[in-house]
Protein backbone atom coordinates (compact mmCIF):
# COMPACT_ATOMS: atom_id res chain seq x y z
CA UNK A 1 0.00 0.00 0.00
CA UNK A 2 1.39 3.50 -1.09
CA UNK A 3 1.91 5.91 1.58
CA UNK A 4 -0.89 8.43 0.31
CA UNK A 5 -3.87 5.63 0.52
CA UNK A 6 -2.27 4.69 3.96
CA UNK A 7 -2.47 8.45 5.27
CA UNK A 8 -5.71 9.09 2.99
CA UNK A 9 -8.01 5.78 4.95
CA UNK A 10 -6.21 6.54 7.90
CA UNK A 11 -7.81 10.31 7.91
CA UNK A 12 -11.26 8.25 7.13
CA UNK A 13 -11.02 6.04 10.22
CA UNK A 14 -10.19 9.25 12.15
CA UNK A 15 -13.32 11.43 10.87
CA UNK A 16 -15.19 8.26 11.85
CA UNK A 17 -13.69 8.25 15.36
CA UNK A 18 -14.35 11.82 15.90
CA UNK A 19 -17.97 11.78 14.96
CA UNK A 20 -18.66 8.88 17.44
CA UNK A 21 -16.78 10.76 20.14
CA UNK A 22 -18.10 14.22 19.47
CA UNK A 23 -22.02 12.37 19.73
CA UNK A 24 -21.12 10.45 23.03
CA UNK A 25 -19.29 14.21 24.22
CA UNK A 26 -22.93 15.49 23.15
CA UNK A 27 -24.71 12.48 25.39
CA UNK A 28 -22.67 12.76 28.37
CA UNK A 29 -23.38 16.68 28.09
CA UNK A 30 -27.38 16.02 28.48
CA UNK A 31 -26.74 13.74 31.37
CA UNK A 32 -24.69 16.30 32.85
CA UNK A 33 -22.00 13.78 32.79
CA UNK A 34 -19.25 14.67 30.84
CA UNK A 35 -15.68 15.74 32.29
CA UNK A 36 -12.67 17.22 30.78
CA UNK A 37 -14.37 19.93 28.94
CA UNK A 38 -11.63 21.88 27.81
CA UNK A 39 -9.65 18.94 27.09
CA UNK A 40 -12.13 18.01 24.59
CA UNK A 41 -12.38 21.55 23.51
CA UNK A 42 -8.24 21.98 22.95
CA UNK A 43 -8.52 18.47 21.09
CA UNK A 44 -11.07 19.54 18.83
CA UNK A 45 -9.17 22.45 18.00
CA UNK A 46 -6.08 20.53 16.71
CA UNK A 47 -8.50 18.65 14.79
CA UNK A 48 -9.90 21.30 12.99
CA UNK A 49 -6.60 23.09 12.40
CA UNK A 50 -4.57 19.85 11.52
CA UNK A 51 -7.55 19.01 8.82
CA UNK A 52 -7.63 22.60 7.84
CA UNK A 53 -10.66 23.77 8.49
CA UNK A 54 -9.17 27.02 10.48
CA UNK A 55 -6.07 28.67 10.05
CA UNK A 56 -3.24 27.79 11.94
Not at 7 to 17: F, N
Amino acid sequence: MDNTRLVTELCAIIDRMNVILQAQAMELAQLHALHHEEEIAAVRRDYARAIGEVAP
